[in-house]
């Protein structure tokens, strides 16, 4: 997805771009400036029939004379201007042959010299200068008559390929007293299309301004909008590799075959013919993939589609484009041809943009509409110039037309960007309410699902309350009273079934205090309960409790179990073991803990002995723990009972 950031700095960059035209408009000498002032010359012209021979031996001529820097241009007298006043005829500038559609472009009927004379009559020493706005022939020479003949001003021989996007300029020496006669000798193929413009002779000052202002427009705003263009192309390119959406890979498409179109203002034209047949057939052929390229980004925003006429126009521009190959037809100068098929295409889609504009009602789509209504008119003005048709003065203005173009198409991008933007926040509001709802709903639940469980954890510990103290305290009561009822229990055996009563009762409101899963604190406790009633039993209680780490599974249930295997295994110390001591010791084990309980008792034979209902109790109550627990005792050794702990449930002791 596109980034805002991304595109401003885009906007940002064809900004700086457009302020570095004036630097970039900088190719040619640039005069000092002076005071404005201008003028045109009128201009006589004199043509003669020239065989490629006489071609080849004029420039080499101009070219040895300005190396060798002569005063005299030494040629043949056939070669130079004429000096019959009779063979000069006054010309109308601008003179311009018009192209005639598909025109022969070979040899056969050779070359004609044009040559343009100039009288500029005596004046002041002021600087003169020459300014021809465009040129479209073979090349251009300056010559000058002085007292020994021609000299040579200017050859432009080195620029010929360029000549045509390049007006000319020369500085001249002031009139003088005797005045200037010039000649500018431009060849021609004969029959063939020309241009030639005004052709202003004035201060140099003035002139100098015209021929700056031409440079930059005809030359600097190309190249800029061209290298604007290779760089959000490239971007493009970038974003349609990471994310590929037709728009992206037409822009970039597009801006490739701009760049293609304005080679010319970037590299020099091959040498060979072939060479430059192949790189005309390429700057011409382009410019209809530009214009279709820009026809489809622009229908990509309209929610309408017609494939048959996109592949009419895809197809009109593929089939111009191989036809006009220098691969046959050789002969045929096809310009006009391949740019009228293009000003087609770019009328026909521009309409049914256009239209589609009207009625779906989208700002970017009729912005986009209006700046390629703006392409078609001026490609029409640059058709009519590059046939010669009109305008011949003129310089091509797509340049502008392209600018205003990729700008609607990056404002097109931009307010997809921001929909996007806005429709994924939408999106993400409304998920963020439903979110907000369900997190609600699921807090309500909740809290009725920790309602039900606190109130069922309430009901699970009164149950079990309530069965430790039936199958305790409650059947000790029971045998109590029923022994008291029927006179067999003593006052002293009641005195002690209800002080075990008492115990029993406070070991259960002891296994309900927190300890925090420590196992000392809940011996620590016990003790604390049964200290008094061992003192009085006559037992000497020695504490050897060690720290135990907190055993995580230690509930209140567990709890009360170990509290009675404790209070079980003193009970039988005190009753039946004829004991003055005993020791309580805690050891830890790693993987378990153990907790023993000896005497210094009679002991007894665990040969013999018979396993009653209590010691089967405490057994069942070890393996609820997950432990194990042992006896061990000796007849006059005393007796040990071992109760070994899990510190994990899942690991047994």
């Known amino acids: 997805m596109l980034e805002l950031g991304v595109l401003l700095r885009a906007w940002v960059l064809t900004l700086a771009l457009g302020a570095c035209l004036p630097v970039l ?53 056939e070669l130079l201007p004429p000096d019959d006043a009779a063979a000069w005829r006054p010309v109308t500038l601008p003179d311009v042959r018009p192209r005639p559609g598909v025109a022969m472009v070979n040899d ?22 020459l300014y021809l706005p465009r040129l479209v022939t073979l090349s251009a020479a300056v010559l000058m008559r002085t007292d020994e003949g021609w000299q040579t001003l200017l050859d432009n021989q080195h620029a010929e390929r360029e000549q045509w996007v390049q007006p ?26 020309h241009a030639v413009s005004r052709i202003w002779v004035g201060p140099r000052d003035q002139l100098e301004k015209r021929w700056l202002w031409r440079v930059r427009a005809q030359t600097g705003l190309p190249q800029a909008v061209s290298l604007t263009l290779a760089v959000l192309g490239l971007f493009a390119l970038t974003l349609w590799l990471r994310r590929p959406e037709a728009i992206y890979g037409l822009f970039a498409l597009g801006a490739a075959a701009w760049l293609v179109r304005n080679l010319h203002y970037y590299v020099s034209l091959p040498v060979s013919q072939w060479g430059q047949d192949w790189f005309w057939w390429a700057t011409h052929a382009s410019m209809g993939w530009v214009m279709l390229t820009a026809v489809l980004f622009a229908l990509r925003f ?17 089939i111009v484009s191989v036809l006009s190959m220098p691969l046959w037809l050789r002969q045929l100068d096809m310009v006009v041809l391949q740019y009228a098929v293009t000003a087609a295409v770019a009328a026909v889609g521009t309409a049914w943009v256009a239209w589609l504009a009207w009625r779906e009602r989208r700002p970017e789509l009729r912005l986009m509409a209006a700046a390629l209504v703006i392409g078609v008119l001026i490609g029409a003005h640059d058709l009519a110039v590059l046939a010669g048709w009109a305008w011949p003065e003129h310089f091509f203005l797509m340049p502008f037309a392209t600018l205003a173009v990729m700008l609607s198409f990056l404002h097109a991008v931009q307010r997809r960007y921001v929909g996007t933007v806005e429709q994924v926040q939408a999106e993400n509001s409304q998920l963020q309410e439903d979110l907000d709802e369900q997190v609600s709903v699921l ?13 069922q954890a309430l009901l699970l510990e009164r149950q079990r309350i309530m069965a430790d103290m039936h199958d305790g305290l409650g059947s000790s009561l029971l045998s109590a009273l029923v022994a008291m009822e029927q006179g067999s229990m003593s006052h002293e055996q009641c005195v002690e079934v209800l002080r075990e009563c ?32 061992l003192q009085i039993g006559g037992l000497k209680l020695e504490w050897d409790v060690q720290d135990l780490p907190p055993l995580a599974w230690l509930e209140p249930p567990d709890a009360l179990h170990v509290l009675r295997l404790m209070q079980e295994a003193l009970n039988n110390v005190l009753k039946h073991a004829s004991a003055s001591r005993v020791r309580m010791v805690t050891r830890h084990h790693g993987s378990y803990v153990e907790i023993r309980v000896e005497d210094d008792g009679a002991g007894f034979d665990l040969q013999t ?9 405490q057994i069942k109550r070890a393996q609820r723990l997950g432990g194990k627990l042992r006896i061990d005792s000796t007849p006059g050794m005393g007796t040990r009972l071992s109760l070994r702990l899990p510190v994990d449930r899942g690991n047994p002791a």
């Open 609 to 617: 002995i018979q396993h009653g209902r209590g010691l089967k109790s």
């Open 25 to 77: 408009a900088q190719r040619l000498p640039q005069p000092s400036a002076r005071p404005a002032g201008d003028g045109s010359a009128a201009a006589e012209l004199a043509t003669s029939a020239w065989t490629r021979t006489q071609l080849d031996a004029w420039w080499a001529a101009l070219r040895h004379h300005s190396v060798a820097g002569g005063d005299r241009l030494n040629v043949p007298v």
């Open 168 to 193: 000319l300029w020369l500085p001249l020496p002031g009139a003088g007293a005797k005045g200037l006669e010039l000649v500018v000798a431009l060849p021609v193929p004969a029959g063939s299309y």
């Open 302 to 318: 309209a929610s309408r589609r017609a494939k048959w006429l996109e592949q009419t126009l895809m197809a009109s521009v593929l």
């Open 502 to 533: 008492v115990d029993d009762l406070r070991l259960v409101i002891d296994s309900l205090e927190p300890v925090g899963h420590d196992l000392v604190s809940l011996l620590a406790t016990m003790r604390y309960r049964l200290g008094k009633r």
């Open 108 to 129: 056969v009927r050779g070359y004609e010299m044009r040559w343009y004379r100039l009288q500029i009559p005596p004046g002041s020493d002021e600087a003169l200068g």
């Open 443 to 455: 807090q309500a639940q909740n809290a009725q699902l920790r309602e039900v469980e606190r109130q």
